[in-house]
């Protein structure tokens, strides 16, 4: 029972935020690339601008973030944030007013 517990503080998801200019064809392309190589990665898509990806371990989530990073743009603000699966499983999300009434696991709600 308390690996259990521990396990929660020990997997790691990483999110990607990002707002890219997308007013040119070439920022289009730009922006495009961007979000097709995190996705190559294991990222999915959260909503239409945030990225996670499941890891087991804070070294495995070193190595995502770090990949990350050799792939930002010129432009653009990105921001990476790295939280425990405990952190993550507190996340309450909602679908207009209403709270989704059965908690699934992000994986659950058809992002990869």
Not at 28 to 54: E, P, T
Not at 70 to 76: A, F, I, R, S, V
Not at 83 to 100: A, L, N, S, V
Request: hydrophobic share 40%; aromatic share 12%; glycine share 6%.
């Amino acid at each position: 029972m308390r690996t259990d517990r521990l396990n929660a503080y020990r997997i790691m998801w990483v999110m990607v935020f990002f707002d890219l200019p997308t007013e040119t064809a070439s920022e289009r392309k730009v922006a495009s690339k961007f979000r097709k190589l995190i996705m190559a990665d294991g990222f999915g898509m959260f909503q239409f601008s945030i990225y996670l990806r499941h890891c087991p371990s804070r070294e495995n989530a070193d190595v995502h973030t770090k990949r990350v990073k050799k792939l930002l743009p010129e432009k653009g603000h990105i921001g990476i944030l790295t939280i425990t699966d405990k952190q993550f499983g507190d996340m309450e999300i909602f679908y207009g007013k209403k709270m989704k009434e059965a908690q699934q696991p992000v994986q659950q709600l058809q992002m990869f």
